[in-house]
């Protein structure tokens, strides 16, 4: 039973993305701890692909063989990908709550171990895309139709092997192998254009023979529109460049605290309900 | 003079060419074993397999750090990969490539090092992998094999693809010399007793396995009596064949191409102070980077010698 059958509607999805943003703030706040701004900053993409019909998976069967696999290469944000998963019916919602706490599955980074249905685990940035490559290129030769998608922040950019992937990709002309840059321009220490401004992605990936789309990447529509695209593409890899702001859905909140980077740390209760509150 | 040249024993095939022979044939039997190669597959010999598999070999260019994520990529996906460049730069340059994409997650990637050791030569140091196995045994879960010579390493490259789990295997570039015959068996994590002896044992792996042999035929002309172990797998050690070396003999040296931390010394010692403390004395680089120079004078100047174990073994017993 794969579940890329009952796509949602834009709508629908702005709804659910609703939901993911709720569950990440609960789950960090509750934690104590974590990463929201940066996993908020991905909920269209991350909303997308689990509800909007790209993937094909099957949450009760999480090894099927022929799924498609979602790496998340910036692990930091796993609290997007619990909540996309538990919205799938992998686990419940209770369940996340438990987030980074002793003995639950839920670490602080994705642990593939633990937690059936995680494709890679992650936390050491730079790594993704290669992880990916090796599943597409084991996809290809298992003649099974199984799609990759990476997601990696624009920080995590700086890692050079990341475009050593970008070159191999090509190399082996990945068609079921899609990568989006969440460029939501911080990192941790601050702007990326101050840390490492590695200037245009769409100019330099396309250089490496790549097909490239830059997008507004917090906007539900959009991003359905370029993983559409995307999907038509099969001669080559695809990168979608997906222009976002970290803490989106809650931006007024984080104004307030005068962080708008916010990178590691949970919002207190209070600001949480404030949070929860401009969601809804 | 040669390791092994006082015992007789014959010059035989490198460890790699052994490797590299195995792996193809292998490939044949199992479907899922693929190669990923970081632009040197001629030098660790992957490359023969690559040519007879053409559809299974991956090259992706001199980039270490991607080479091993994709590896571990590939083995997520079911495959069986071999990835391999020289130890030096497997380990030293993709050393978070194999915590993160292959060992902690556990991935059933078989990672060799070749070129390992100061025996590579005249290439001189920055690519002699001296610290490789230091570094592979501090991945959790990771099995960490040296051989000795061309017969066991076939059948360790064949009991690594069959083993379900990371493994890493570190082959030389030299040719050296034979010490097992084809009906001699090899077993991951059980040590092969190559002499016996009752006065002091002698314990090695890779090509200080010819070099104990030849210490042991030495010490036996002056009545010293030297047991020989091959400790292939440095990963899980095999404790009883220590254990029983600390009861039935008075000392115990170890002997290795690698640097003084980290290595099969290190292992070894670990055991015997947990079991019954014996003298123990080592043979091995020291704590230094070597230099260019002929295989045999750097072995010679750096004490892999036959008669730095000899004179190890007069320390201690
Ligand atoms: C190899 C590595 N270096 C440093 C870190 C620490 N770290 C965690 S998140 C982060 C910033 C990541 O920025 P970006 O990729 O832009 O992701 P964002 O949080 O903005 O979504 C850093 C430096 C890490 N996890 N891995
Ligand atoms: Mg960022």
Redesign the pocket.
């Given at each position: 039973m794969a579940a890329q059958a009952n796509a949602l509607s834009i709508e629908e999805l702005k709804d659910k993305g609703k939901v993911l943003r709720r569950l990440i703030i609960r789950m960090t706040t509750e934690a104590g701890s974590g990463h929201p701004s940066?996993s908020l900053s991905a909920v269209e993409v991350v909303n997308a692909l689990w509800f909007g019909g790209f993937m094909k998976y099957d949450s009760q069967n999480p090894t099927w063989e022929a799924r498609d696999r979602f790496i998340l290469s910036k692990g930091h944000a796993v609290p997007v990908l619990y909540a996309a998963m538990a919205e799938a019916g992998y686990f419940s919602t209770d369940d996340v709550m438990t987030l980074r706490k002793l003995g639950s599955p839920f670490e602080g980074h994705p642990n593939m171990k633990r937690l059936p249905g995680i494709e890679a685990s992650t936390g050491s940035l730079g790594q993704g895309l290669s992880l990916g490559i090796g599943q597409a290129l084991g996809a290809r030769l298992n003649k099974n139709g199984s799609n990759v998608f990476v997601v990696i922040?624009?920080?995590e950019m700086g890692e050079g092997q990341v475009w050593e992937a970008l070159a191999t990709a090509e190399k082996y002309k990945l068609g079921n192998l899609t990568a989006i840059i969440?460029q939501?321009?911080?990192?941790q220490t601050g702007a990326?254009k101050d840390v490492l401004d590695l200037g245009s992605f769409e100019e330099k990936i396309s250089a490496f023979g790549w097909h490239t789309q830059t997008i507004d990447g917090n906007c539900q529509k959009a991003v359905v529109e370029a993983l559409e695209v995307a999907s038509k593409v099969t001669d080559r890899p695809k990168a979608i460049i997906s222009k976002t702001k970290?803490g989106f859905g809650i931006l007024p909140v984080l104004e307030e605290t005068g962080d708008l980077n916010y990178h590691g740390k949970p919002l207190s209760p209070e600001l949480a309900e404030k949070a929860l509150a401009f969601i809804a | 003079m040669y390791l092994g040249e006082i015992s007789g024993l014959k010059v035989g095939q490198a460890t790699r060419d052994a490797f590299g022979e195995a792996l193809k044939e292998l490939g044949d039997k199992y479907p899922e074993i693929v190669t990923v190669d970081g632009d040197v597959g001629n030098s660790t010999r992957t490359e023969v397999f690559a040519k007879a598999h053409p559809e299974r070999g991956f090259n992706v260019g001199i980039a270490e750090s991607n080479m091993v994520s994709v590896a571990g990529g590939l083995a997520s996906t079911g495959h069986i990969p071999v990835v391999a460049s020289f130890a030096a730069f497997l380990l030293c340059n993709a050393y978070d490539q194999i915590r993160m994409s292959i060992a902690f997650p556990s991935m059933n990637v078989k990672m060799v090092g070749t070129h390992a050791g100061i025996s590579i030569g005249e290439d001189g140091p920055s690519q002699m992998g001296i610290e490789d196995v230091s570094l592979a045994c501090s991945l959790p879960g990771v099995v960490v094999m040296v051989t000795a010579d061309a017969v066991s390493t076939k059948k360790a490259t064949a009991a690594m693809i069959e083993y379900e789990g990371p493994v890493y295997l570190r082959l030389g570039r030299p040719n050296v010399a034979e010490i097992y015959s084809e009906d001699d068996t090899f077993e991951i994590g059980k040590a092969n007793t190559i002499r016996e002896g009752d006065d002091v044992t002698i314990i090695a792996n890779g090509l200080m396995v010819a070099g104990a042999v030849d210490a042991a035929t030495k010490l036996a002309e002056e009545g010293i009596s030297a047991r020989v172990i091959d400790m292939h797998t440095v990963k899980p050690i095999d404790v009883d064949a220590i254990q029983k070396a600390t009861r039935e003999t008075s000392a115990i040296v170890v002997a290795e191409e690698h640097l003084a931390h980290g290595g099969l010394g290190s292992a070894v010692a670990m055991v015997v102070s947990q079991a019954t403390p014996v003298p123990m004395a080592y043979v091995n680089v020291g704590d230094c980077f070597a230099e260019s120079g002929d295989p045999q004078g750097l072995l010679d100047k750096y004490g892999l010698t036959a008669a730095a174990i000899i004179e190890a073994v007069k320390k201690v017993k």
């Open positions: 940066s922040g624009d920080g969440d939501n321009t911080y990192q990326t970290k | -």
